[in-house]
């Protein structure tokens, strides 16, 4: 099932008299089309609706953000046992506005808001509980706690609120030495963000769970610790974001919508500039070649389904890399097969964009072409004269490639409605 | 369907209660009483972020002498503590087995070195164990936080044994704070009293 493009819809519903004008389409078919458009678009949900399910959420969360604030003041002026009832308030006042919802199959802002006050509630009894007590732990251990209880929320109202404050907690937990535990953590939203990318859900579902898997990923590599490990990390998923963001680019899916595209983009290019400086043979840890292993897989699928030479071309330059970096130890030998690596990336990607006139993909390669000529020849050793040539003469090179480019791609749409 | 969520939230807001509880039930109604305990201490002025301010608190003694054993860093270990003359706690060994006799703390090992705290004395050929005890945290009002950290900075520059921390100590080797005393008062009472 294909996204549905509802910009498109209402571009085609203004179009369709000016079609009928024209005869290029009967009267009767171009109705057809109106009243099976105007019916899809009165079923689209509206971006109204999820702006107010983002303000529900934001309410609810300062809300929670308050009662945090509350405890935090310390009512010591009261006795013990009114601050331990006090304590349970909040969570017993969350339980019924949470059961409330359920029972009565509350909307998307009822469960945004239920899941938010629901969390701050766990987060006040706990915190009030050490603080009468002056119970001793670390944020690692709270936060491990509140996000292990709290989790069910997640999918018991399919809150993104709540998978948005998962992922920021998530962080706190990066210091800790237990990677596999970290590791199931980072597993276990993940089934809700892939439910929210299949085909046929909305364009704003989809993007949000397309940004949220970048900060996720991020931790993962985080908890590589080694600088040698999470370099591999990166390339990994550098190469999976890379792919994926062009399948999804494919089906439609660009701009800040597909932000993979982009930061796949970003991690290859500056691990072929940079990321060969932290070269250390082949990792040892069970853990990186786990999570390293089954985002190439992911990488492959992505790039085969359906195969295409710019997909497979990102995920090679990432193989490649990681295959330099695990057998190479000689520092000149490994920068100039990794800048060989950008070269030819830059220089596929330049040729696939007037291959395909698109113009996106052209500036991608001419940027990654630029930044190693100025990585590579613009250094210290060339003085302020050479490298403002340089720079000039790089900047003329863009503006006349792409006004090249532009131009026939336009004589070529214009040859196209000529036919 | 319905029926599926409304059990799984009840169990979930089940489980937010079940940790918060529990220690409420084991810290007010233990198996056997807890002994009180009087450790010196010092302190400094932190804050979190989810349960305010409070005062860190360095409970002493931190150290033993180093008894030859090796233990790795972060371990869980068995501290057997009693009394000195002066009715003040001291550490008598870690152990890495539970003891069978006597009152201990579950303590966190952080590692072994020369004391060079006192730098113009430190004997190098000395060295400690040094560990962190369990209670480090005490939780006040915002506003008497940095009054709090004032008064038991200035008594504990001159002599540690002023600030003393009374901590309930259970059988199972968990150790909670019972009341920081200063000069024989309770903390807020002498911060009361200061400000008179």
């Not at chain 2, 005393?181 to 002498?190: A, D, Q, T, V």
């Given at each position: 099932m294909s996204r549905k493009n509802y910009k498109f819809m209402e571009w085609l519903l203004n179009e369709l008299p000016v079609l009928r004008e024209k005869s290029v389409l009967e009267q009767e078919a171009s109705e057809r089309l109106d009243v099976y458009y105007r019916k899809q678009l009165a079923e689209a949900p509206s971006p109204q609706k999820y702006l107010s399910g983002v303000l529900s959420a934001f309410g609810a969360l300062l809300i929670g953000l308050g009662l945090v604030l509350l405890v935090a003041f310390n009512w010591d002026m009261l006795p013990k046992i009114w601050r331990l009832g006090i304590a349970f308030l909040p969570l017993l006042a969350a339980a019924g506005f949470g059961i409330f919802t359920i029972a009565k199959d509350k909307d998307h802002r009822w469960r945004e808001a239920s899941a938010v006050i629901s969390m701050a509630g766990v987060v006040t009894l706990t915190s009030l509980v050490s603080q009468i007590y002056h119970l001793d732990g670390t944020l690692e251990s709270f936060m491990r706690l509140i996000l292990l209880v709290t989790l069910p929320l997640l999918y018991i109202f399919r809150s993104y609120a709540y998978a948005i404050m998962y992922c920021i907690g998530i962080f706190f937990l990066a210091r800790s030495d237990n990677q596999w535990l970290n590791f199931a953590y980072f597993m276990v939203p993940l089934p809700f963000l892939i439910w929210n990318l299949r085909p046929g859900t909305s364009n704003y579902q989809s993007a949000f769970a397309r940004w949220l898997m970048l900060p996720l990923s991020l931790f993962l590599i985080i908890l590589m610790k080694k600088q040698s490990d999470a370099i591999f990390g990166l390339a990994a998923f550098s190469a999976m974001f890379y792919s994926g963001g062009m399948f999804f680019r494919e089906r439609g899916v660009s701009g800040l919508r597909n932000p993979w595209l982009f930061g796949g983009w970003l991690g290859i290019t500056l691990l072929l500039l940079f990321g060969w400086g932290a070269r250390s043979g082949i990792s040892d840890s069970y853990f990186v070649a786990v999570a390293v292993g089954i985002s190439l897989l992911i990488s492959i699928v992505f790039a085969c389904i359906p195969r295409n030479v710019e997909k497979i071309s990102g995920v090679i330059a990432m193989v490649l890399f990681m295959v330099c970096a695990a057998t190479i130890s000689e520092k000149q030998l490994i920068s100039w097969?990794?800048?060989?690596?950008?070269?030819?990336?830059?220089?596929?990607?330049?040729?696939?964009?007037?291959?395909?006139?698109?113009i996106i993909s052209f500036n991608a390669g001419m940027l990654q072409v630029a930044l190693l000529a100025y990585v590579r020849f613009f250094s210290d050793d060339f003085d302020l004269f050479w490298r403002a040539i340089g720079f000039?003469?790089?900047?003329?090179?863009?503006?006349?490639?792409?006004?090249?480019?532009?131009?026939?791609?336009?004589?070529?749409?214009?040859?196209?409605?000529?036919? | 369907m319905k029926t599926i969520r409304l059990i799984a939230f009840i169990l979930t807001i089940i489980a937010g209660m079940a940790y918060p509880i529990f220690k409420i039930i084991r810290i007010e109604y233990p198996a056997h009483e807890p002994v009180v305990y009087r450790f010196r201490s010092g302190a400094v002025d932190p804050y979190d972020p989810f349960r305010g301010?409070?005062?860190?608190?360095?409970?002493?003694?931190?150290?033993?002498?180093?008894?030859g054993a090796i233990y790795p860093y972060n371990a869980r270990l068995y501290a057997s503590i009693g009394n000195d003359s002066d009715g003040l706690a001291t550490v008598q060994k870690l152990s890495t087995v539970q003891p069978e006799n006597g009152d201990f703390i579950i303590v966190k090992y952080r590692n072994k070195r020369v004391d060079w705290e006192n730098r113009e004395n430190a004997d190098k050929n000395k060295k400690y164990h040094f560990f962190n005890l369990p209670f480090s945290r005490y939780y006040l009002n915002e506003k008497l936080a940095p009054e709090a950290e004032k008064a038991v900075a200035?008594?504990?520059?001159?002599?540690?044994?002023?600030?003393?921390?009374?901590?309930?100590?259970?059988?199972?080797?968990?150790?909670?704070?019972?009341?920081?005393?200063?000069?024989?008062?309770?903390?807020?009472?002498?911060?009361?009293n200061r400000r008179k």
């Open positions: 097969f990794c800048h060989g690596i950008l070269l030819a990336l830059g220089t596929a990607n330049i040729i696939q964009g007037v291959r395909r006139r698109r000039m003469t790089i900047g003329v090179a863009f503006v006349v490639a792409n006004i090249i480019l532009s131009r026939k791609i336009r004589n070529y749409n214009e040859e196209e409605v000529s036919k | 301010r409070y005062v860190t608190l360095r409970p002493l003694p931190d150290r033993i002498p180093d008894d200035d008594v504990t520059r001159a002599d540690t044994s002023d600030c003393i921390l009374k901590v309930k100590v259970y059988d199972d080797g968990h150790a909670i704070i019972d009341e920081l005393e200063i000069k024989g008062i309770p903390l807020l009472e002498y911060l009361k």
